[in-house]
């Protein structure tokens, strides 16, 4: 309960604002009232708190509305990824099982369970934006992984016809270009893909798009964009 | 009844629709973001931590243990190791704001929590109202007394001291939800 003659003077008070003969019969004040002396000490790290900020920092900047999408969409591929993966383990379970009788066998089963791995957590220790001529863009975050380099690709704007095929590549520092692997978009132009190259963190640093290849040859390069470590 | 942020973790891998996730999403992204603004200076990079935060809080929901820690401090503890990588990267990449001069631990923590601390006080004005934010904000800010205020705004003086201490509680009292203490 506020206090009912000098109440409504608290956040003055606190501020430091009121009229000086103000402030000086509400020190006098304070110091005896059951209700202010309380709330004074309740609201009196306020003025420090506020002097941390810049006024202009309010409202503070607002998170785009796109984030949330790509927080779902990685969920949902992961998800899917995941379920895949348990499928995967529990089909080499069985394989284990049904080895039972043959040592070699069961070697056999533990290698295959064991390349099956799991990457779940696997920090990303790089990301890529590309861009090209066109209005295509895509965007990639790469995971190191036994084998290399895991590339997690998405992109948007990409030819819409006959579901062309595209190949990644990673251009490594001695000009060597390594592919990833291809992927097709759909027909909207989009493409979500999961590929591997054959190159390690900090052996590259740019990464193209082409065409798919025609008669073994590279095809032009669509999209182009420059690792960030 | 909406369920504790406990719940909505301990559900995260059995979440098949996503729904545990985008409400968790709902609550902490934009103060998440609002941390890594401040400790990054930049935009895009705070959009990739908060990105990395809400995936690694899926992968790693098992891990988590509410007698340890709140979700909001969990959460915050993934977003500071995923701002000191942010900021290491940025070390040896110049244009990131303090990204150049290399840290102490206890330095970088002092920074970390600094920057929680601006963005909540910046995300809590936010939440008054248009006039309780405009009185501290001339009072506080622009340094004009009450009777000052007053005269400025036309409106009686009585009306800006009540109104003043009305702005000042609800401060305190979004301050107190966002557990920020002193």
Redesign the interface.
């Known amino acids: 309960m ?1 206090c009912p003659t000098h ?6 008070y ?2 430091g ?3 000086p003969d103000e402030m000086a019969e509400m020190r006098r004040h304070v110091a005896g009232c059951p209700h202010c002396g309380p ?1 004074a000490d ?2 009196a ?6 002097d ?2 810049d ?1 202009a ?8 509305p796109q ?2 999408e ?3 969409d ?3 591929r ?2 899917g990824t995941r379920g895949r993966r348990r499928r995967t383990l529990s089909a080499h379970r069985r394989l284990v099982g049904f080895a039972a009788a043959g040592l070699a066998a069961i070697a056999l089963a533990l290698a295959l369970l064991l390349s099956v791995g799991d990457d ?2 696997e ?2 220790y790089a ?1 890529v934006s590309l861009a090209g001529a066109s209005d295509a863009a895509a965007s990639a975050e790469l995971f190191q992984v036994e084998a290399g380099t895991r590339i997690q690709l998405e992109a948007h704007g990409l030819s819409e016809t006959g579901r062309k095929e595209y190949e990644v590549w990673c251009i490594r520092a001695d000009g060597r270009w390594v592919s990833g692997g291809t992927f097709r978009a759909n027909r909207n132009g989009w493409a979500e893909a999961e590929l591997t190259a054959a190159v390690e963190a900090g052996q590259y640093h740019r990464m193209v798009v082409t065409s798919g290849r025609v008669h073994g040859e590279r095809g032009p390069a669509v999209l182009r964009g420059k690792l ?2 | 009844m909406a369920l504790s942020d406990a719940t909505l973790v301990e559900r995260l891998p059995r979440d098949d629709g996503g729904d545990e996730l985008r409400e968790l999403y709902r609550r902490y992204s934009g103060e998440l973001f609002g941390f890594a603004c401040n400790a990054l200076g930049d935009r895009d990079l705070a959009e990739e931590v908060v990105q990395d935060v809400f995936a690694r809080a899926w992968r790693h929901a098992g891990d988590y243990d509410p007698r340890r820690a709140s979700v909001r401090t969990w959460l915050y503890s993934i977003a500071r190791n995923r701002v000191v990588d942010a900021r290491r990267r940025a070390a040896v990449r110049p244009g990131v704001a303090g990204g150049v001069e290399p840290e102490s631990p206890a330095e970088l923590d002092r920074t970390l929590e600094q920057a929680v601390l601006r963005w909540q006080v910046a995300a809590a004005l936010a939440r008054l109202s248009p006039e309780h934010r405009e009185v501290i904000r001339l009072a506080h800010y622009g340094g004009l007394t009450l009777r000052e205020i007053a005269e400025r705004k036309g409106i009686p003086l009585g009306t800006v001291k009540s109104r003043t201490s009305y702005a000042l509680r609800s401060l305190r009292l979004i301050l107190d939800e966002m557990e920020v203490a002193g």
Do not use: H, T
């Not at chain 1, 790290?45 to 506020?50: H, V």
């Not at chain 1, 920092?57 to 785009?64: A, E, N, Q, R, Y």
């Open positions: 506020s109440g409504q003077l608290v956040g003055g606190v501020l604002v009121l009229d709330e309740r609201l790290a306020l003025p420090g708190l506020l941390r900020i006024p920092d309010v409202p503070p900047p607002v998170l785009s984030v949330e790509k927080v779902l990685k969920f949902a992961e998800r779940d957590g920090p990303v990301r960030r470590y």
